[in-house]
């Protein structure tokens, strides 16, 4: 139990702040400015990693197989959900199926829309084969009661409309059944239907449509693939493309390093960003730090004077900093972590790659390392002022003038 | 209370050395008020320094109340000067970002266990007539109310040994009055008061003086309550 009212070692540390408000408001900027990027570079990545982890379950395939010329786009599906609509040149449906190593293949089509109600810009629809489908079935197991039916959709999660609404695509009228989660990835920005109504859209389109859409008949778009246990999805992959020519086949991996070979310019500029900051920074705050160690001098000989250890006045020196970079980082961290949700679409439009909000223990983690390194800056900034301190003569400097 | 043998501070600037205390030899007993007098220089306030143990000396030892405070460490130092030393110095030497109360109450930061530590903080406001300043700030005061304030901190702690250095230097006539009155007060309870000062004038109050001049100490001028010869004026 403490004494009621006696001055506390908190106060000190509380007026001294409050003294140097303009000083450590510049302070708290520079943590803010480096626990923001350093944060900010780890939601990114952790949320892009998240989000195809999210995403590749969310298609349930260990291989997707595109048209070669269609590849790109096909890849753009799947991690932005930029409408496009594309089919191989012959059906190769049959013969993925047949392949060693293939358990399970379901084809899919895919068709850019017109501007709908919805939504600012055409969406991807994905028509499956209910049948043998692995993209939305699973969602469909999960959702007891729900059924992708005749005229049915299944929308995602970027998409505006309500379960038991409607939406009109190439003037049909489709019936939203189920919203899916979101991922992060092309997923949220598609729309699921059946193959079948797909191809009564297609032909309507002429007379409902301003546009005619046109879908070949027999022709899919891509092949999600199910290796059997034991064999190798790269294996598999590899005698798709040589047995069925013009095939070129996705991978989760593969999409994985091209994901993180997209980010890189980003990560690179971050994460330098972020090190360029802390550079500048550790002096900076050191001589600021310095100044204040300098100005305060008299202060500290007269601590010294009434009984305080060098010890005492560190620490003292050491808990400002320290709550310096508290409240630096967690404004910086509490702005990037708002700035990056609320702009969350958008930085993955800008930069064309999946994002989702990682989970919150990755924003704890990620939270703690740039306060940690905060932390650690404020740390090493202290250290010429606490030799200051310590090379002091604190008789000398009271008798030279007044505190 | 302190007892001082052979103590030596040289300064070297690298060129030259100053050799700012000169083995000097001083005994302060309880109760006593010593006052040291001398110029601007002469070395009494670097020896009021090491008596303290804020300055290291360069050879010669302290004792305080018997402990060789020159083989202690700086915390044991430090831990011996909130619990046995009050200072007062010639500028007010009060933080001025914390109360008068506060202030009042910072060296019950370096004694932990130290309990009631408002309650002896306000009494001895009370003490020293600045009751009603509790919540004011340093800046609010004047000069003799600022000054009382700081000697009401150096008795915060209940320390044995009260140091002032040049305390009345930057005070008029009737400040520096009241100020020493308060010292007279509390020798006359039994504190023991060690200061420094240039002012021949105040050598009344004390009951021993030492004269320091170019780093040597001696002891030749005795005090108005003793009866002890005529006062003079150091050279």
């Given at each position: 139990m403490g004494d009621p009212g006696a001055f506390t070692f908190s106060r000190l540390i509380r007026r001294n702040l409050a003294n140097r408000l303009y000083r450590n408001i510049a302070t708290i900027f520079v943590f803010a400015l480096i626990a923001a990027t350093f944060f900010s570079a780890q939601f990114l990545l952790n949320g892009a990693e998240q989000s195809l982890d999210k995403g590749m379950s969310r298609m349930g395939a260990d291989i997707l197989v595109l048209p070669e010329e269609n590849a790109m786009a096909g890849q753009n599906i799947l991690l932005t959900g930029q409408p496009t609509s594309f089919f191989f040149a012959d059906s190769g449906f049959e013969r993925i199926s047949n392949?060693?190593?293939?358990?399970e293949a379901s084809p899919e089509i895919f068709i850019a829309t017109l501007f709908a109600s919805c939504c600012a810009a055409p969406v991807q629809m994905i028509a499956i084969d209910?049948?043998?489908?692995?993209t939305v079935s699973p969602w469909l197991a999960e959702n007891a009661g729900v059924k992708l039916g005749q005229d049915d959709i299944i929308i995602g999660s970027n998409i505006i409309q309500n379960v038991g609404k409607d939406l009109m695509f190439y003037g049909h009228n489709f019936h939203v059944v189920g919203i899916l989660d979101p991922t992060g990835m092309g997923v949220d920005n598609s729309v699921f239907t059946r193959i079948e109504d797909a191809y009564v859209m297609a032909a309507e389109s002429d007379t409902k449509a301003v546009r005619k859409l046109t879908i070949p008949e027999g022709k899919v778009s891509a092949v999600l693939v199910r290796v059997e246990p034991g064999v190798s999805p790269s294996t598999v992959a590899t005698r798709v493309e040589e047995e069925i020519p013009g095939t070129e086949t996705i991978l989760p991996d593969g999409l994985l390093s091209a994901v993180k070979g997209q980010m890189v310019a980003m990560t690179t500029l971050l994460y330098g960003s972020a090190l360029a900051v802390t550079i500048i920074a550790i002096p900076l705050i050191g001589v600021v730090s310095a100044m204040v160690a300098h100005e305060r001098r008299r202060e500290v000989a007269l601590l010294r004077a009434l009984g305080a250890t060098r010890r005492f006045v560190i620490r003292v020196m050491l808990a400002e900093s320290f709550v310096l970079a508290i409240i630096g980082s967690l404004m910086g961290i509490g702005a990037a972590a708002g700035f990056l949700i609320i702009y969350q679409d958008y930085i993955t439009y800008t930069l064309q790659v999946p994002l989702i909000i990682p989970s919150a223990l990755t924003l704890l983690a990620g939270g703690a390392i740039s306060l940690f390194l905060a932390f650690g800056i404020a740390g090493v900034s202290s250290l010429y002022p606490a030799y200051l301190i310590i090379h002091s003569e604190p008789f000398d400097i009271i008798r030279k003038g007044g505190v | 209370m302190i007892e001082a043998t052979n103590l030596t501070r040289i300064f070297s600037n690298g060129h030259s050395e100053v050799r700012a205390v000169d083995k000097v030899h001083l005994e302060v007993n309880r109760g006593e008020f010593s006052m040291i007098l001398g110029r601007s220089g002469s070395g009494k306030s670097t020896l009021l320094g090491m008596l303290a143990g804020l300055i290291r000396p360069t050879s010669g030892t302290v004792r305080i109340k018997g402990t060789d405070i020159s083989s202690l460490s700086d915390d044991l130092i430090s831990e011996l000067r909130a619990r046995e030393i009050g200072f007062v110095f010639q500028f007010s030497g009060l933080l001025p970002t914390i109360t008068v109360i506060d202030n009042l109450m910072l060296p019950a930061l370096f004694y932990p266990g130290k309990t009631d530590v408002r309650k002896r903080a306000l009494g001895l406001l009370d003490r020293v007539g600045l009751?009603?300043?509790?919540?004011?700030?340093?800046?609010?005061?004047?000069s003799g109310e600022m000054k009382r304030v700081a000697i009401a901190r150096a008795l915060s702690n209940s320390p044995s040994l009260l140091i002032a250095d040049e305390p009345t230097g930057d005070l008029d006539v009737d400040t520096e009055f009241e100020i020493m009155e308060l010292f007279r007060q509390l020798n006359g309870e039994g504190m023991t008061i060690v200061m420094v000062t240039h002012n021949p004038d105040l050598m009344r109050y004390a009951t021993r003086i030492y004269g320091m001049e170019q780093g040597r100490l001696a002891e030749g001028f005795h005090s108005v309550h003793t009866g002890h010869g005529p006062m003079e004026p150091l050279h």
């Open positions: 392949i060693p190593g293939v358990a209910p049948e043998n489908d692995f | 009751s009603d300043r509790a919540d004011a700030y340093p800046g609010t005061l004047s």
